[in-house]
């Protein structure tokens, strides 16, 4: 199954965007690298109405409807999906961490998730016409290949760039 194989995949290169520097061309620089892919990359924030649970996380755009992100982004504390999930775009919300700038988050639902995978494919109500994200075959990815991660972090920047080795298969 097609989906089945994008789940993998993305399951052997951690769950996050990483890009090869293979995949992109040895000659691509990292800033070349983010901006042709952080389009791609979203900000996700799911949260319980009803209820102080909340998170956020970082999903890649696979096709222009479909966001793949790891599960425990988008599921509350009964293991299901909670009850609203909203996806922003770097493009449509400044970097500058001003709260009232986040007001284009767009209404995604959880179509899929494995628990056991920590995977979920969300489905984007309305989305932007955005180029997805291409990934390339998992096996020409080797321990030691050098990697670039565009993403979240909890304690960092929106739309933040680090770099690093794969480090297990």
Do not use: C
């Amino acid at each position: 199954m097609q989906l089945n194989k994008k789940l993998r995949t993305v399951l052997v290169l951690g769950g996050i965007l990483l890009l090869s520097s293979i995949q992109q061309g040895l000659t691509a620089t990292p800033a070349e690298v983010y901006r042709e892919a952080v389009p791609s990359v979203v900000l996700l924030v799911s949260m319980e109405p009803n209820s102080k649970t909340h998170s956020k996380g970082t999903g890649s755009m696979i096709t222009n409807q479909h966001v793949l992100t790891n599960a425990h982004v988008v599921l509350g504390d009964s293991g299901r999906p909670m009850d609203k999930t909203l996806v922003f775009y770097s493009f449509e919300n400044p970097n500058d961490g001003i709260e009232q700038n986040f007001r284009k988050g767009r209404q995604a639902k959880v179509s899929h998730y494995s628990e056991k995978l920590d995977l979920a494919l969300l489905e984007v109500e309305d989305p932007p016409k955005v180029t997805p994200l291409s990934l390339g075959p998992a096996d020409g990815v080797q321990i030691g290949d050098p990697v670039l991660a565009i993403g979240h972090p909890e304690n960092g920047g929106l739309w933040s760039l680090t770099s690093g080795r794969i480090g297990a298969r």
